[in-house]
């Protein structure tokens, strides 16, 4: 069953990860995000329900923006993180709000 409330957009940021208070990090991808939560990729041995930091890594290399969650699910290849705040700005910046705009038009225009 599906329980998500926020639109998930498919995105591939590379992040530095640091779970257990910093004292153990990893390199990941984030491979997908909502302003609820998102998918990581990584071998970070993050357990559930464990809290999780992410550094989003600019292009130039530089560490940029600051997101912290909750480790929600495990799989082999990475964990779902509920954000501790609304990532609001990671979904402007990527310019994906504009698309939240579209859709929330589209659906008033059609009459959904």
Same mark, same amino acid.
């Given at each position: 069953?599906?329980?998500?409330?926020?639109?998930? =957009?498919?995105?591939?940021?590379?992040? =530095?990860?640091?779970?257990?208070?910093?004292?153990?990090?990893?390199?990941? =991808?984030?491979?997908?995000?909502?302003?609820?939560?998102?998918?990581?990729?990584?071998?970070?041995?993050?357990?559930?329900?464990?809290?999780?930091?992410?550094?989003?890594?600019?292009?130039?290399?530089?560490?940029?923006?600051?997101?912290?969650?909750?480790?929600?699910?495990?799989?082999?290849?990475?964990?779902?993180?509920?954000?501790?705040?609304?990532?609001?700005?990671?979904?402007?910046?990527?310019?994906?709000?504009?698309?939240?705009?579209?859709?929330?038009?589209?659906?008033?225009?059609?009459?959904?």
């Amino acid at each position: 069953m599906e329980r998500r409330s926020a639109p998930r =957009y498919q995105v591939a940021i590379p992040v =530095y990860a640091q779970a257990h208070s910093g004292a153990v990090s990893s390199k990941g =991808y984030l491979l997908d995000v909502s302003l609820s939560g998102g998918f990581l990729v990584t071998t970070l041995p993050a357990e559930l329900n464990s809290l999780i930091s992410l550094r989003l890594i600019e292009t130039n290399g530089e560490m940029g923006q600051r997101l912290e969650g909750q480790v929600v699910r495990r799989s082999f290849v990475g964990v779902g993180i509920a954000w501790s705040e609304p990532a609001t700005e990671l979904i402007r910046s990527l310019g994906l709000d504009r698309e939240m705009d579209e859709d929330s038009t589209s659906s008033t225009a059609s009459g959904t």
